[in-house]
């Protein structure tokens, strides 16, 4: 099959040898397929950037045909370069194609015809590692847009994943997350036979606040509160908004007494930016903090239903005996057990 405008290099000194060859190439390919040079020096002033094959004889004045397949090859290590000589030497052919030459031609028999299906042999197996290396490219392209899209979509899933466990105002886990951290929670507590305790915090005054300050005060409020517990709690604790101006905290590993000092932090923090927040208002010294608390080893919850019960009694007692006040399930049970 003659390939149109193919551009074949004749490298050979001997004139009758490169006519015969150039003559044989041309009337399979074309008139104008074949350039020729008889030098290796020739070759390496010439413009190889066009060709699509190199023919070279082994034998020449200045240089071998390992020399000219080692100067293409620098400069075009795509193109197919085949080397004929009259020495049937099998160490010849075998170092020529180490070196990268893509067939090796003895110049004995019919040589001269089998030439051209030499060069187009070569050709075929040119196209197909061009056309491997292209579909190779292009997977490798495919493949990292893949993954750069792969990359997107994860970072999307992440982000949405982060907005449904998120309470959108204070940026604490919401309450369904919460919810799932308490039984995450409570099953490694029990399957270590930890300690677990749990904080649950109303804000005294915040209807007042609202009411006479108005809603973006409120709001401004709760993302106070929000920081404040950030600030006190450790990162394997979870802080969260239970609903309203309803907080509550989950403390892994911690005990009644710890879990108490850590409400004592958060309630001293938050009188200090309610002091800063409110001051010369309405409602100064008039929103204050009430809390309970609950802990797995005071309380013996059978459950994380349980103890977030436990711990919302615990604070309902705090409003009901006085508010801005903390309040223990555990001291609760003596109180009631005493009469």
Do not use: W
Request: with cysteine; net charge negative; aromatic share 4%.
């Amino acid at each position: 099959m003659t390939a149109p405008g193919l551009h074949l290099l004749v490298v050979e000194d001997d004139p009758d040898t490169a006519s015969l060859i150039a003559e044989t190439l041309r009337d399979h390919f074309g008139p104008h397929s074949v350039q020729h040079l008889a030098s290796l020096e020739e070759v390496r002033t010439a413009d190889i950037s066009q060709l699509d094959a190199v023919l070279s004889d082994m034998n020449l004045p200045d240089g071998t045909g390992l020399d000219v397949l080692n100067h293409v090859l620098k400069h075009r290590p795509d193109l197919p370069v085949i080397l004929v000589t009259g020495e049937g030497i099998m160490e010849n052919a075998a170092r020529a194609i180490q070196q990268g030459a893509y067939d090796y031609i003895v110049k004995a028999g019919d040589y001269l015809f089998t030439i051209p299906l030499m060069v187009e042999k070569n050709l075929a197996i040119y196209r197909t590692k061009q056309e491997n290396s292209r579909l190779q490219e292009e997977l490798t392209r495919t493949l990292k847009d893949l993954s750069r899209k792969n990359n997107q979509l994860e970072s999307a899933v992440r982000q949405l994943e982060t907005v449904a466990a998120t309470d959108p105002l204070t940026g604490l886990a919401n309450r369904r997350a919460f919810n799932q951290a308490l039984v995450r929670a409570f099953a490694e507590a029990t399957r270590h036979s930890q300690d677990l305790s749990c904080i649950m915090i109303d804000l005294d005054g915040f209807k007042l606040l609202n009411d006479t300050l108005g809603h973006q005060r409120g709001d401004e409020l709760l993302q106070h509160v929000a920081r404040v517990l950030e600030n006190c709690c450790r990162a394997s604790d979870v802080a969260g908004r239970f609903g309203g101006d309803e907080f509550v905290v989950l403390l892994p590993q911690t005990d009644e007494v710890t879990a108490a000092q850590v409400a004592q932090r958060i309630a001293d923090e938050f009188a200090h930016v309610v002091e800063t927040m409110l001051k010369d208002t309405p409602v100064a010294g008039r929103v204050t903090m009430s809390m309970g608390l609950a802990s797995l080893s005071a309380g013996a919850a059978a459950n994380p239903d349980a103890l977030i019960a436990q711990t919302d009694h615990a604070l309902y007692r705090a409003k009901q005996t006085g508010r801005a006040r903390l309040v223990s399930y555990s001291g609760m049970k003596e109180i009631t057990t005493s009469g």
